[in-house]
């Protein structure tokens, strides 16, 4: 069993900066790449930002230089810094992952349960 808990959503203001984490525990053998999407109301959901376990990252166009993925591999932790808040940026965001449970096994994708993002005034 592998389970993905975020951490870290809430209510800020425009302008102002969350820092969301999203833990992977259980039988993990190697993790490939860890993802971020976010589902706003009405709204299909969409990927965020990318990082490979090599730390190759990519972003969506509406958050470049503002948002930073990271993650932590002795940890399985990914962390999606947001700063310059928007209230389009309003969603539910979720991490996901994409892992081994062993060796030679099949790529397993997992997702969390999801963290609220809410950005007004």
């Known amino acids: 069993q592998v389970q993905l808990v975020e951490s870290g959503g809430g209510l800020v203001q425009p302008g102002g900066s969350l820092r969301l984490s999203c833990a992977a525990s259980g039988s993990i053998f190697s993790i490939y790449a860890m993802d971020w999407y976010r589902q706003a109301p009405g709204k299909q959901r969409e990927l965020v930002a990318a990082?490979?376990?090599?730390?190759?990252?990519n972003y969506a166009d509406s958050v470049k230089g503002r948002f930073t993925i990271s993650r932590d591999n002795a940890k399985n932790t990914v962390y999606l810094q947001m700063n310059s808040l928007k209230p389009e940026d309003t969603a539910v965001y979720y991490c996901?992952?994409?892992?081994?449970?062993?060796?030679?096994?099949?790529?397993?994708?997992?997702w969390g349960q999801g963290t609220q993002v809410t950005v007004s005034s």
């Open positions: 990082i490979t376990s090599g730390g190759s990252t």
């Open positions: 996901n992952a994409r892992l081994a449970t062993a060796a030679n096994s099949v790529v397993y994708i997992y």
